[in-house]
Every structure is written in C-alpha cells, then in structure tokens.
C-alpha cells in the first residue's frame, strides 16, 4: 500500500491550498482515510477524516468550517481543501489510510487507528 500526499507550498495567510493523496494497492473505496499535521516543536494531530463506507466526515475544531475533505474513489484519491489559512496552519500535513475494519467514529481521529501514511507535505502560510 502506497499514499502519495502532494499539494502543498507558500500561501498567504486568508489563502486557500488543495492537498491530494492519492493511494495504490487498495480497493480504497471502503478504507477511512484521514489527514493530521504536525507543526514544528509540536505532536501529530488529527485534521479531518473521511469514511468511506458510511460517507461521513469528521473535522478538527480549529479547522471547521474553513477545511472540507473529499474523495474520488475512482481514482484512489482523497483531497483537503484548506480555506481562510492562519498562520497556524502551517504544518507537514500527512495522509493515513485506515482499512476495514476501520475504527469506530469515537477513535477516528487517533493516530494509531491508520495502518499506512504517506510522506507529508509542508504548507507554510506567511505573507
């Protein structure tokens, strides 16, 4: 299983940014998929996440309203689209897969419910 996180880069702050990650070796269309950030000096935490067999969503306080996540699963891929950044946004935002059985909604947002990652992408949100 492979998960290629791409999309990120310079924005300014109040900008918006698309991240991808698209994945290989899945059936894809039932695995939870999930996005966390880890901004330097500080843990991994969970961003948002996408169930795909029950197509909910699941979204960090701070980032409510300003982020949504997407999937295609035809192409294996799942996207956050980031708007209104701050910036502490800025962070290595990674993607995680999490395969059926997948975690109950209560555990989604742990890290150690994702069996595989991705490599992580930098945003960095300065003017």
């Known amino acids: 299983v492979q998960l290629q996180a791409s999309g990120g880069g310079l924005v300014q702050p109040g900008g918006s940014m698309r991240l991808s990650c698209a994945t290989s070796g899945r059936a894809f269309r039932s695995d939870t998929m999930g996005w966390f950030r880890q901004a330097p000096g500080k843990e991994r935490e969970f961003v948002a996440a996408?169930?795909?067999?029950?197509?909910?969503?699941y979204f960090a306080d701070s980032v409510k309203g300003r982020f949504s996540i997407s999937r295609d699963n035809a192409k294996s891929t799942v996207y956050l689209q980031m708007n209104s950044l701050k910036p502490e946004d800025t962070a290595v935002y990674y993607c995680?897969?999490?395969?059926?059985?997948?975690?109950?909604?209560?555990?989604?947002?742990?890290?150690?419910?994702?069996?595989?990652w991705g490599q992580g992408t930098l945003v960095t949100v300065s003017s």
């Open positions: 996408s169930r795909g067999s029950l197509f909910s969503t």
């Open positions: 995680a897969l999490d395969p059926p059985p997948t975690a109950i909604a209560g555990r989604i947002s742990d890290a150690v419910s994702y069996d595989y």
